[in-house]
C-alpha cells in the first residue's frame, strides 16, 4: 500500500534575533546605534562639505586635513566622487560638480515651495477660506499652489484650467495684466467658450471686461467657471511677471467673498517676497 507523502511541518518558532557583540553590550544606546552607520558615507559627506566651504577650489591635502582623514583615504573618496559628478577637478583643485549642483539647485526649489505652501495655509487658516497662487508664465496660466481644508474644499478643475483663463477669476486677473498682444495671442490659442450659463460668451465681451479692471483691484466672478462656487483673484506685482492670489467660496456665500478678498490682499504684502522667490519653481 503506498503512502502519502507529507511536507515536513514547519517551526512556529519566532526567527532569531541578532545578539549585540560584546562590544557594542557596553555601548550607550546612541552609540551603539552609531555602529550602523556606513563610516565611508559620512566621510564623503563631509569631503563634499569642504570643497563647498572653498569658492575656488581647494587641493586634496587641504581637505584631508580639514575633514580629518588619511590622505589615501582622501584621495579615494574624491576620486570617486568626481567620477560619480558630484566633485571636478581642475588643476589639482576640486569644486563641486554638476551632481553636487543638481542636488542644491533642488533643495533651494524645495525650500521655496515649502515657504510658498506655509505662505497659503497662514492665509487659509486666518481667512477660512481656500487660497490659491497662480502665475502667467510663457504663454500658460500655471497654478503654483493651492491651500484647501476639509472645512473649505479647493475647486475642482473639471475643465483645463489653462483653457479656460477666460471663465474663472484667476485667468481673468492674470489676463488683465497682459499687455494687448499678450492677450489677443492667449484668447487665439484658448478662445472664449461657455462652461456655464454665466460664462462670458465672446472674446469682444470678455476684452471689453478686462479693460475695466481697476489696477490692483480684485477680480470677481460666480458661476462663471463651476456652478455653486464664486472666485476672487487678487493680482500681485511680482517682477515682469504676471501674479494672482485667488478665494473661493460657494456660491451662496458670494457676500463674503469681497471682504475677503480685502482681507488677503491686506496680508500679502508681508510676504510677497516669499510668493516671488517662488516662481522659480
Not at 563610516?39 to 581647494?58: F, K, N, P
Not at 489676463?175 to 456655464?196: K, N
Request: with cysteine; charged share 20%.
Amino acid at each position: 500500500m503506498a503512502t502519502v507523502g507529507t511536507a515536513p511541518a514547519q517551526s512556529s518558532a519566532p526567527p532569531a534575533q541578532r545578539r549585540a557583540s560584546p562590544a557594542e553590550e557596553h555601548l550607550p544606546p546612541a552609540a551603539a546605534q552609531s555602529t550602523t552607520l556606513i563610516g565611508s558615507v559620512q566621510r564623503a559627506m563631509r569631503l563634499l562639505e569642504a570643497v563647498a566651504e572653498h569658492e575656488y577650489g581647494a587641493p586634496a591635502k587641504q581637505l584631508a586635513r580639514e575633514v580629518g582623514l588619511a590622505l589615501p583615504t582622501a584621495y579615494h573618496l574624491l576620486r570617486t566622487l568626481t567620477h560619480e559628478g558630484y566633485l571636478r577637478r581642475e588643476k589639482g583643485l576640486f569644486f563641486l560638480g554638476e551632481a553636487a549642483e543638481r542636488l542644491s539647485g533642488t533643495a533651494a526649489q524645495q525650500k521655496r515651495r515649502t515657504m510658498m505652501n506655509e505662505a497659503l495655509a497662514q492665509w487659509r487658516d486666518s481667512i477660512g477660506v481656500p487660497v490659491y497662487y497662480a502665475v502667467y508664465r510663457e504663454g500658460e496660466i500655471e497654478v503654483l499652489g493651492v491651500a484647501a481644508g476639509p472645512g473649505g474644499p479647493a475647486v475642482g478643475g473639471w475643465a483645463d484650467f489653462r483653457e479656460t483663463g477666460h471663465a474663472h477669476a484667476i485667468g481673468q486677473c492674470l489676463l488683465s495684466q497682459l499687455d494687448e498682444e499678450a492677450r489677443r495671442d492667449h484668447l487665439d490659442r484658448y478662445p472664449v467658450q461657455p462652461l456655464t450659463p454665466y460664462t462670458v460668451r465672446d472674446n469682444r465681451s470678455l476684452e471689453c471686461r478686462l479693460e475695466h479692471v481697476e489696477p490692483g483691484e480684485p477680480v470677481i466672478e460666480c458661476q462663471e467657471y463651476t456652478l455653486g462656487t464664486a472666485c476672487a483673484a487678487i493680482p500681485l506685482t511680482v517682477g515682469s511677471t504676471a501674479a494672482a492670489v485667488a478665494i473661493s467660496l460657494p456660491s451662496h456665500q458670494a457676500h463674503r467673498l469681497l471682504p475677503a478678498a480685502r482681507r488677503l490682499q491686506a496680508e500679502t504684502g508681508g510676504l510677497l517676497g516669499t510668493l516671488a522667490l517662488s516662481i522659480s519653481i
